[in-house]
Every structure is written in C-alpha cells, then in structure tokens.
C-alpha cells in the first residue's frame, strides 16, 4: 500500500502541534501558580477545644514513663522485707471506679 500525499499534514493539518506543546506548558504554569497563590491567601483550619485538649492529653501521656521506677522498687523492697501490706478496700474501691461493667 502506498500512501499519497505528506504524512506530516496529515498528522498536523494546522501545524500547530509545537505551538500548542509550547503553549500547554505555559497553561499548566500558570495553572500550578495560581493554586499555589491561593494556597497562599488561604484556606484555614479551625480546631475544636476537645481536639486540642485530647492532643494535649495524648502529648503527655506521650511523655509520661510507663512504669514509676521509684514507687516499683519501694514496693519490691516491701515484698522482699515483709512487711507489704496491701489496701483491701482501697483495691476494691479502685476496682469499682475503674470497672464498672464489671460488677453488673
């Protein structure tokens, strides 16, 4: 099969495919500068008082050790000397306000 005529107007009828290459960079930079502009000017964000004291909270518990050296090693001197001697009440009270879905 042989093909008549110019391939190059036929795929370019106009000649413009280098324009409009050139041009559609330009749109996309003017485009990608407008959004940053707005960006710019500017959305904003508003956070409710819970959210800022849960992040409080969680930003100490955070920075809070998990285990109170001090106190454990007063209680395992305890224990080893004998002389620990546990609140009964002061646990069960503990275990009431903690739980209490437990007792129901």
Do not use: C, H, W
Not at 58 to 66: E, G, L, W
Not at 81 to 99: C, F, H, M, Q, W
């Amino acid at each position: 099969m042989e093909i008549q005529g110019k391939i190059n107007n036929f795929l370019d009828p106009y000649g413009t495919a280098s324009s409009l290459d050139k041009s559609g960079e330009a749109k996309l930079k003017n485009r990608a500068s407008s959004t940053t502009s707005d960006a710019a000017q500017g959305d904003t964000v508003s956070v409710s008082q819970d959210a800022l004291l849960l992040t409080e909270a969680r930003r100490t518990a955070q920075n809070t050790p998990d285990v109170r050296a001090e106190k454990v090693e007063a209680l395992r001197i305890q224990v080893s000397n004998g002389t620990y001697k546990p609140d009964s009440k002061l646990i069960a009270a503990n275990l009431v306000r903690e739980e209490p879905g437990l007792f129901r």
